[in-house]
């Protein structure tokens, strides 16, 4: 068990906002405001696991994001492991979409 100095929420805050220096080539918005990352539980072993989906199943870019993602991931104290599970339900769309990402891309819902 490792020590920590910040509460789990306050970590997963942390690697929240590391994600938003992860930036879909694509379309030019972190995968955080796109709405791709569904939720982030770290254990009491400072493993952080990951749940997130990808745009398009066979998205070209999913070997590159995902290294960005672990990199930023694990830039975050106390934390010493990134799991990354890749789900395809719920399926994303651009209602998972922050304002702010909506409004970048001219998308009005």
């Not at 405001?33 to 569904?38: A, D, E, K, T, V």
């Not at 199943?57 to 290294?67: A, D, M, N, R, Y």
């Not at 304002?99 to 819902?109: C, Q, V």
Request: with cysteine; proline share 3%; glycine share 6%.
């Amino acid at each position: 068990m490792i020590i920590m100095n910040k509460t789990k929420e306050e970590l997963v805050d942390d690697i929240y906002g590391n994600l938003e220096k992860v930036v879909d080539p694509e379309l030019g918005i972190d995968i955080v405001n796109l709405g791709l990352i569904y939720n982030i539980d770290i254990d009491d072993n400072g493993k952080a696991i990951v749940t997130m989906t990808l745009t398009t199943i066979g998205c070209p870019i999913s070997e590159l994001l995902e290294e960005a993602i672990r990199m930023q991931v694990l830039k975050v104290e106390n934390i010493n492991e990134c799991e990354i599970n890749i789900v395809w339900e719920p399926a994303w769309d651009v209602s998972k979409m922050s304002r702010f990402a909506r409004l970048s891309l001219g998308i009005h819902i």
